[in-house]
């Protein structure tokens, strides 16, 4: 690996655009609480924190490779806001795609990144919100009045699409090739709860084309984590279908958390000029091992849509970390493309760049600062 992907920023990579992630916590953490939104869990032996010790461990003045329980304490030592500061201002990100959760802080985070934000829409809360304005008849229209005044938001997201599952294994469509017609929408509101409609493909169904005949960019969610910290996976393929019915919307649709089926989500994006996958969440769960993803994605998905996210939730190690190895992986795929003259360095950094900022800010209309 050149010398210049040894650093965690290099200083000719361009900022990041993190196409989806939510904002850090601001209090101080238990270890325990710590452990779990690391996902580390009972498997503290594992490349999420050997990545945490290696690369974050510096950032708070520690050797690095520094034993997880010194870590630890000098987490505290430094408290949470200094802790964030450190590390989100290191990221190297210049624009955060925010889904904002209750209990985290959008502004703290933008504040101590340095980076513009971008606010995500969660569609089941903006539907929730505005039933409780309006009778169940008149939902419809007043989703699609909302949405064509959601000018500033970057994207909006499928937060609580569920793809039905018997063993763990997808058994189900997570969304259908048709929505409901309106009246049909308000006779489903009308007479299920919410709980009922939260796993129910129609509801979300309906939501995510009216999404896209708004012209926003959609957010599918394929992984998800569980509150005891369990995964779980929807099957891209399911989503062929849904896909085929919104490709002449032209609205993109961005396939979020993908791994471990990314592949097949590659082949997606191939074969859809809509659809696009993140490249992420993987790379800080993964260390530099990681990298191989990279590979994999780049060997079916078209260059031009692929985007960086980090799906960063709570710490600030998550937004760190991702963005760490992401460089270093993409950097080492194509380090040895270049090496072994499968492509050029004009190239490499033409996709370097794509990849890193522009393919995200072309998808969810940023605008360009950088």
């Not at 763990?168 to 969304?175: E, H, S, Y």
């Not at 929807?234 to 032209?250: I, V």
């Not at 958390?257 to 097949?264: Q, V």
């Not at 692929?306 to 960063?312: F, I, P, Q, R």
């Amino acid at each position: 690996m050149p010398d210049r992907w040894r650093s965690p920023v290099p200083d000719d990579w361009p900022r990041l655009v993190d196409a989806h992630c939510h904002p850090v916590l601001t209090g101080d953490l238990t270890d325990e609480a710590f452990a779990g939104l690391m996902g580390a869990g009972q498997a503290l032996e594992s490349m999420s924190t050997v990545a945490l010790r290696r690369w974050c461990a510096p950032v708070l003045d520690l050797d690095a490779h520094a034993a997880l329980d010194a870590y630890l304490a000098r987490r505290r030592e430094l408290g949470a806001a200094e802790v964030n500061r450190r590390l989100l201002s290191r990221a190297g990100v210049g624009d955060l795609v925010l889904d904002e959760p209750e209990g985290t802080d959008l502004e703290a985070t933008l504040t101590a990144a340095d980076a513009r934000g971008h606010r995500v829409v969660r569609l089941e809360d903006l539907a929730a919100g505005l039933l409780a304005q309006v009778d169940p008849p008149a939902l419809a229209d007043a989703v699609r009045s909302e949405l064509s005044r959601t000018d500033a938001v970057a994207a909006v997201t499928l937060a609580g699409v569920r793809s039905p599952s018997v063993g763990g294994a997808a058994n189900g469509p997570m969304l259908g090739a048709r929505p409901l017609a309106d009246s049909s929408l308000g006779d489903l509101v009308g007479t299920t709860e919410p709980e009922e409609r939260a796993d129910d493909p129609r509801w979300h169904t309906w939501l995510a084309f009216a999404a896209l005949e708004a012209g926003l960019p959609l957010q599918v969610p394929l992984g998800h984590v569980l509150a005891p910290g369990r995964p779980i996976f929807g099957d891209p393929l399911a989503l062929r279908p849904f896909l085929e019915a919104t490709e002449s919307l032209g609205a993109p649709v961005i396939l979020i958390n993908s791994y471990p089926h990314h592949e097949i989500a590659a082949v997606l994006a191939r074969s859809y000029a809509h659809v696009h996958l993140d490249i992420g969440r993987v790379m800080r769960a993964g260390g530099d091992l990681s990298a191989r993803v990279v590979a994999e994605v780049l060997l079916a998905a078209p260059f031009g849509r692929l985007v960086y996210s980090s799906d960063g939730y709570g710490l600030a190690e998550h937004h760190y970390l991702a963005a760490v190895l992401f460089r270093r992986g993409l950097g080492t795929v194509l380090h040895d493309l270049v090496v072994r003259d499968e492509i050029d360095r004009a190239t490499s950094d033409r996709l370097t760049r794509a990849v890193s900022r522009d393919n995200a800010v072309r998808a969810f209309g940023l605008g360009e600062t950088d």
